[in-house]
Nanobody
Framework: QVQLVESGGGLVQAGGSLRLSCAASGRTFSPIAMGWFRQAPGKDREFVARIVRSSGNTLYANSVKGRFTISRDNAKNAVYLQMNSLKPEDTAVYYC???????????WGQGTQVTVSS
């Protein structure tokens, strides 16, 4: 059974930074890529960023490009999201996810709250 556990969320002022971490466990855990999604109150969950585990190739939503950086540590089965220049509109629950096919994400964490005050 695969488990993803996020940490690092919290309350920060606009312009500040946070670093989210996601630790994965499971004997058969071998996804092609890991990603971050977020869901703000009253809105659909949206894609934030993803990274391919083997190549390190990254992809970002336009709304976070240049401000957020996704990285991974394959030895630790971990993925990180460095969030800089945070804006109030970045407020959301952030979810870590993993995919075996670069299509549908197969595994999801429980989420961590990020709140950016103006």
């Amino acid at each position: 059974q695969v488990q993803l556990v996020e940490s690092g969320g919290g309350l920060v002022q606009a312009g500040g930074s946070l670093r989210l971490s996601c630790a994965a466990s499971g004997r058969t855990f071998s996804p092609i890529a890991m990603g971050w999604f977020r869901q703000a109150p009253g809105k659909d969950r949206e894609f934030v960023a993803r990274i391919v585990r083997s190549s390190g190739n990254t992809l970002y939503a336009n709304s976070v490009k240049g401000r957020f950086t996704i990285s991974r540590d394959n030895a630790k089965n971990a993925v990180y999201l460095q969030m800089n220049s945070l804006k109030p509109e970045d407020t959301a629950v952030y979810y870590c996810a993993a995919t075996k096919t670069l299509g549908t994400y197969d595994y999801w964490g429980q989420g961590t709250q990020v709140t950016v005050s103006s």
